[in-house]
Nanobody
Framework: QVQLVESGGGLVQAGGSLRLSCAAS????????MAWFRQAPGKEREEREF???????????SYADSAKGRFTISRDNAKNTVTLQMNSLKPEDTAVYYC????????????????????WGQGTQVTVAS
């Protein structure tokens, strides 16, 4: 069983920045594809929106159009962590942000759908005030 714990959420003014972190309790973190999703207010779990993903090697990060140029995903396999640096935040970025992990992902594989991921964290709230 893998546990993912997110941190770093909070309230920020539009144009500000936040850095989300996700810590994984596993010895095989380096083999996982990791991703961030978000669930906007009033949306169901099935409507979680893909934000960013990164392969186990740290290469080939991929972003939703809404995140490109503003968000950066990175990982530290030695510390079992993945981070999401969010800059130039907008009110429409307000959501609960979830960290997700996919195990046994072929090298270089990218996954955009929530159903592709095996483990999820509990989420961290990000609120962007206008």
């Amino acid at each position: 069983q893998v546990q993912l714990v997110e941190s770093g959420g909070g309230l920020v003014q539009a144009g500000g920045s936040l850095r989300l972190s996700c810590a994984a309790s596993t010895r095989t973190f380096s083999g996982y594809t990791m991703a961030w999703f978000r669930q906007a207010p009033g949306k169901e779990r099935e409507e979680r929106e893909f934000v960013a993903t990164i392969t186990w090697s740290g290469g080939t990060p991929s972003y939703a159009d809404s995140a490109k140029g503003r968000f950066t995903i990175s990982r530290d396999n030695a510390k079992n962590t993945v981070t999401l640096q969010m800059n130039s935040l907008k009110p429409e970025d307000t959501a609960v942000y979830y960290c997700a992990a996919k195990i046994r992902a072929p090298a270089g594989s990218i996954y955009y759908r929530g159903t592709s991921y095996d483990y999820w964290g509990q989420g961290t709230q990000v609120t962007v005030a206008s």
